[in-house]
């Protein structure tokens, strides 16, 4: 199964950018980076994904590094309705499982 | 869209008897998922599906637990008989081709 790296924890004050580090070195060429999020209790969300170039959407961006062995999530202007664990992957096959390591617990605060 | 849908929300069973968790994925989606959440294990996948058919059941932790897809907008996950350590929420989630979408969950408590 493919692994990733992330750390367990990281605190953001309120307002900061929050920049999620993921290393995933064993990621092949035609896999995509996902990233995705477990507040307390909810289902996990979708955030974002990509393939090689950088990625913006309304909730956050995606930066891949030019190896694609690691990437960044980055949520612009934190709040304290983004704390929640936050999950990155790239599975085999587009649509194929999903396992999920331990995340990082990001705590936003005032 | 109403999104992926599972019930019951919440389930409260003695041990020993049947539950019987229930989703119904996306509309054109054709991959579904079961996972399991607990604190000690975190979310595990426990089966999933890919056009209705069983893809992987190798995180099912016993022959208590059985899932069926009978068509493409059903699932069903059966324990029995249920046990006090199968308290857990467990999420359903479907797929086409990119995005995965998670429904609520089912919170499972067996006393």
């Known amino acids: 199964d493919a692994k990733t790296t992330q750390p367990p924890s990281m605190d953001c004050a309120e307002g900061r950018a929050a920049n999620l580090p993921c290393n995933h070195s064993t990621i092949s060429g035609n896999e995509y980076v996902y990233w995705y999020r477990q507040i307390h209790s909810q289902g996990p969300q979708y955030i974002i994904h990509?393939?090689?170039n950088n990625e913006t959407n309304e909730m956050a961006s995606l930066i891949i590094t030019e190896d694609r062995k690691s990437s960044t999530l980055i949520l612009p202007h934190a709040t304290l309705r983004d704390t929640a664990v936050y999950y990155c992957?790239?599975?085999?096959?587009?649509?194929?499982?999903?396992?999920f390591g331990q995340g990082t617990e990001l705590s936003v605060k005032p | 869209d109403a999104g992926v849908i599972q019930s019951p929300r919440h389930e409260v069973t003695e041990m020993g008897q049947e539950v019987t968790l229930r989703c119904k994925p996306i509309s054109g989606h054709n991959s579904l998922f079961w996972y399991r959440q607990t604190m000690m294990r975190g979310l595990e996948l426990l089966i999933y599906?890919?056009?209705?058919?069983?893809?992987?059941d190798s995180g099912m932790p016993e022959d208590r637990f059985s899932a069926k897809m009978p068509n493409a907008s059903f699932s069903t996950l059966k324990i029995q008989p249920s046990e006090p350590r199968d308290s857990a929420v467990y999420f359903c989630a479907s797929s086409r081709i990119y995005g995965y979408t998670f429904g609520s969950g089912t919170r499972l408590t067996v006393v």
């Open positions: 990509g393939l090689k």
């Open positions: 992957f790239h599975p085999r096959n587009q649509g194929g499982k999903l396992i």
């Open positions: 599906f890919n056009n209705n058919v069983p893809i992987d």
